[in-house]
């Protein structure tokens, strides 16, 4: 093990380096790991939307997973979009064989700007293969009611009553993500084996969400990344909350930032400029 932990993003591009794969690669740099990554897709996309998605071959990204993993240890994966099936289950054959301690999976199918990144066969593959592979799944409102194949919850009560489908996935944790509520705070509510609570924060006044669900899910691998081999439930509960916690002061700066004519990124490096 190094003293310092090594973390894995597996994600398509965005060259506005808000999302994806730079902007997860940015935050597991500033939460203290040492990055490295996979491509899944090249995406032509800018702060105002999503103008192609070009897919990388699974084979090509088996191939840039095994020569990474025979080389460098990691303690922790970030799984973010995923095109279609024979992707799905070629990280979930090489994953299964090659655990990492701690693998996140953010079932990105939607773009903030709405446009649809993955098709249904995709959806059902992010579902069926990579859901009970992961450790922690972080699915926004929308992206939930795409797993579950029902209409997105429009209140705290209706997302309550679809933590155990949820559940029923096979992911030990699932934090679902309430930012698509109205009101003045973004209620996420977190299931765990041992059961669930709310975890609320203040609504922040700001278009500069691009990269939102990506920076919050690479921010939970790095904490648990940082985590003891032996930790238990409430410390893997505070990773989580501390990763939340850091994406808000990362959305609170974001105002020092001046990216593109759409929405924004997150600052992600709040804490050291």
């Given at each position: 093990?190094s ?8 994600a398509?591009?965005d ?15 500033a939460?203290g ?8 897709a ?9 103008a ?11 191939e ?9 240890h990691?303690d ?9 099936r ?18 996140v ?14 098709d249904a066969?995709?959806i059902?593959?992010?579902?069926d ?18 797993l ?13 009553a ?7 996935l096979?992911a030990?944790?699932v ?11 973004c ?8 059961g ?5 924060a ?12 990506c920076a ?8 648990l ?9 409430p ?10 916690r850091?994406l ?19 600052h ?6």
């Open positions: 093990m003293s310092i932990p090594h973390t894995l993003t597996i398509g591009s060259p506005s380096g808000g999302a994806g794969l730079q902007g997860d690669l940015k935050t597991l740099s939460l790991t040492y990055a490295t990554n996979v491509i899944t090249v995406i032509a996309q800018n702060t105002r939307g999503v192609a998605v070009h897919p990388v071959p699974a084979a090509v990204i088996g840039q997973l095994e020569n990474l993993l025979d080389d460098v990691i922790a994966v970030k799984i973010g979009m995923v095109a279609d024979a992707v799905a289950e070629t990280l979930a054959e090489v994953l299964g064989r090659r655990r990492p301690r701690w693998i999976l953010d079932p990105v199918m939607v773009a903030k700007s709405g446009d649809v990144l993955v066969a995709g059902a593959a992010v579902r293969v990579l859901v009970p592979l992961a450790d922690v799944i972080t699915p926004n409102l929308p992206e939930a009611a795409v579950l194949d029902t209409e997105a919850p429009r209140s705290p009560d209706a997302m309550e679809m933590l155990p489908g949820l559940q029923a096979k030990p944790y934090l679902l993500k309430g930012g698509h509520l109205h009101g003045e705070t209620p996420d509510l977190l299931a765990t084996p041992e669930s609570q709310w975890l609320p203040p609504r922040i006044a700001t278009g500069n969400l691009h990269g939102t669900g919050l899910s690479s921010a939970i691998a790095a904490r990344a940082h985590l003891p081999p032996d930790a238990s439930g410390t893997i509960i505070e990773a989580i909350g501390e990763a939340k850091w808000h002061a990362a959305l609170d700066a974001s105002s020092r930032l001046a990216v593109g004519h759409g929405r924004g990124p997150v992600h490096f709040h804490a050291l400029w």
